[in-house]
């Protein structure tokens, strides 16, 4: 088992900054691939950025690829998520998930889940 802890997350007004980070423990962090994932009131858990065990390969969605940056501390067994230039549509709880198996995937193929940090980005 993986225990995994968002924080980071809060109230910041259009084109601001936030930096999530997540936390492991339970297990051997660096054997994991790392993601950050969202959901929307109403809308469908989905795919933000994700990051392989070594930090050597990372994924974005599309609307992430400008402006988020993913990233991984495995001393520290820590993943971040460096959210720029936020707009009124990145409100979401925002979670992190590890896999030993996939990195670029949808949430049902990730195997451990945070309980999610709250991003409110204000117009």
């Known amino acids: 088992q993986v225990q995994l802890v968002e924080s980071g997350g809060g109230l910041v007004q259009s084109g601001g900054s936030l930096r999530l980070s997540c936390v492991a423990s339970?297990?051997?962090?660096?054997?994991?691939?790392m993601g950050w994932f969202r959901q929307a009131p109403g809308k469908e858990r989905e795919f933000v950025a994700a990051v392989s065990t070594s930090g050597g390969a990372k994924y974005y969605k599309d609307f992430a690829k400008d402006r988020f940056i993913i990233s991984r501390d495995n001393a520290k067994n820590t993943v971040y998520l460096e959210m720029n230039v936020l707009k009124p549509e990145d409100t979401a709880v925002y979670y992190c998930a590890a896999s030993t198996r996939v990195v670029y995937a949808p949430p049902a193929l990730y195997d451990y889940w945070g309980q999610g940090t709250q991003v409110t980005v204000s117009s």
């Open positions: 339970g297990h051997t962090f660096n054997n994991y691939n």
